[in-house]
């Protein structure tokens, strides 16, 4: 599968690649099915958010988020600290689905030292209309959340029903 993604889906890295599935072998998670990495190497302007079908190798590309004290454009800085509005790097496992502020959600949960805290400011993926096309045609870029990983609500109901229940992401930087 991994040679089979560098030569169809070059746009995803190979070292978070190597990375998640390395992760999704060492560990016990429930959703073995898909894989997601979100590259913070590429502008919030593309489809940075790669959704690996594990049994077909179908890649799904989507708009996605960081947080806005992480940058404009580009995300730069990153931190797992409360109130730094900042994305927090490493591997994550869905949790729960909820209905939050935003409406429907999905719990992440940190399993890295970059991004322990994760629950406790937050961090979820959510739908967000600054993560949309329409959005990124009037303004150049999508919009920023406060650290999540925030995607279209056209596309958010997909992406939980797939990636929920236990599934390995890696929001990744090079």
Request: aromatic share 8%.
């Amino acid at each position: 599968l991994e040679r089979q993604l560098a030569h169809t889906n070059p746009e995803i890295p190979r070292a978070a690649l190597q990375k998640a599935l390395n992760y999704l072998d060492t560990h016990d998670v429930r959703n073995r099915r898909f894989l997601t990495i979100i590259d913070m190497d590429r502008p919030n302007s593309e489809r940075r958010m790669h959704i690996i079908d594990l049994r077909t190798g179908k890649v799904e590309n989507y708009l996605a988020a960081h947080g806005k004290g992480s940058g404009a454009l580009y995300a730069k800085n990153f931190s797992d600290r409360t109130n730094s509005h900042q994305t927090s790097l490493g591997i994550y496992v869905t949790g729960d689905e909820y209905q939050g502020g935003k409406g429907r959600a999905l719990q992440l949960e940190g399993m890295e030292a970059t991004n322990r805290s994760a629950a406790g400011r937050a961090i979820v993926l959510h739908g967000a209309s600054y993560g949309s096309d329409s959005f990124l045609r009037a303004n150049g870029r999508i919009g920023a959340s406060w650290g999540c990983p925030a995607v279209d609500f056209k596309y958010r109901a997909l992406i939980i029903d797939e990636i929920g229940n236990g599934s390995v992401m890696l929001i990744y930087r090079d």
